[in-house]
């Protein structure tokens, strides 16, 4: 049994203008240290599915399906029950840590919550492991940056922050959800260096969800591609660039700047036409399909069902092989 499943999880919204389907019938397995990368524009799902996984969901949203936990159902629990698993089990590095963070408390207070919750923590040992963890996610002077508040410290320092308080109960899974947003480039690789670094010495499971391809690239054994609340194409890292299936992720690959890549001051960068559909106007069809260069009528005729292209590589679209075929002929 895998560490994680994850089974037909969709979540709609309630809104203004009627239901909006923004996650829809997500599947997935996650074994103990494996690394999953889901990938995406915004508004794809991928933010909502790492919610619903926690039990976080807003109060406007309604959950249906499977998130199995090590042999438990998530969906059955109550919400004292998910307490003891959130940050304790399952841990979460949330996309924006001064939004995150709570501005009216030091951030030592806040890691030490979690250890005085799920780890029964107090006094000096208490604030020994906070020490720890503030040292071990490489935040300078750690006793005295443990009574700084959030906004004495810099963006990098806050995101460290969000890792010692995801870290702190040593989860078997740590969701990463966009953790490197508003970094310069240098930060970024230090965060997610750090974060690679800690996976691997703690062996947790990891899921990271990023819009950057190139990030998810270099940090996960495994893809997911997510478009129109649903994932689009899975495979393994270096199946799914060597033979990119689905003409969405064909798209996001080609939009990555390269080394190189503007050789005239006419070059441009490859960009994927039109935007993504509002969640209330989400098509019966493909959801790419009124964005896709291949579409045909059966494309907007019915949802596509995931297809094997290869060993452990899914696409969800009737148009792989002419998908292919434009890829090796650009």
């Excluded at 996650?23 to 991928?46: H, N, P």
């Excluded at 965060?191 to 062996?203: A, P, S």
């Excluded at 050789?263 to 106007?281: E, F």
């Excluded at 005729?301 to 998908?323: F, K, L, Q, W, Y």
């Amino acid at each position: 049994m895998a560490l994680l499943e994850v089974d037909n999880l969709s979540v709609t919204l309630a809104t203004a203008r009627g239901p909006a389907r923004a996650v829809r019938g997500v599947s997935f397995a996650l074994e103990r240290g494996e690394t999953l990368g889901i990938v995406g524009e915004s508004g794809c799902g991928k933010s909502l599915t790492a919610l619903a996984l926690m039990g976080l969901l807003p109060e406007n949203a309604r959950a249906t399906g499977r998130v199995v936990l090590d042999g438990i159902d998530l969906a059955g629990l109550n919400e004292d029950a998910l307490c003891r698993i959130r940050g304790n089990r399952v841990g979460m590095i949330f996309q924006e840590p001064m939004t995150s963070l709570n501005p009216l408390h030091p951030v030592g207070r806040q890691i030490g919550e979690a250890l005085a919750t799920h780890r029964g923590l107090g006094g000096a040992a208490l604030r020994a492991e906070t020490l720890e963890l503030l040292g071990k996610v490489g935040i300078p002077e750690p006793e005295r940056r443990i009574r700084s508040y959030p906004h004495e410290l810099s963006g990098g320092q806050r995101q460290r922050v969000m890792i010692a308080m995801a870290l702190s109960c040593r989860p078997e899974i740590l969701i990463a959800d966009e953790p490197t947003t508003a970094l310069d480039v240098t930060v970024q690789k230090q965060i997610l260096d750090l974060i690679r670094d800690l996976v691997r010495e703690l062996g947790m499971a990891l899921i990271l969800i990023s819009h950057d391809l190139g990030v998810i690239a270099e940090n996960v054994g495994r893809i997911a591609v997510m478009y129109g609340g649903t994932i689009v194409e899975a495979a393994p890292t270096a199946a799914l660039f060597a033979d990119l299936a689905h003409p969405y992720a064909q798209g996001l690959f080609a939009a990555v700047p390269r080394v190189g890549w503007r050789r005239d001051s006419n070059a441009r960068l490859a960009t994927i036409p039109g935007v993504v559909p509002d969640l209330p106007d989400l098509p019966n069809g493909c959801t790419f399909a009124e964005r896709c260069t291949l579409a045909n009528d059966a494309c907007r005729a019915a949802a596509p069902m995931p297809i094997e292209v290869g060993p452990n590589h899914s696409a969800s679209c009737i148009r792989t092989d002419a998908a292919r075929l434009s890829r090796k002929s650009a």
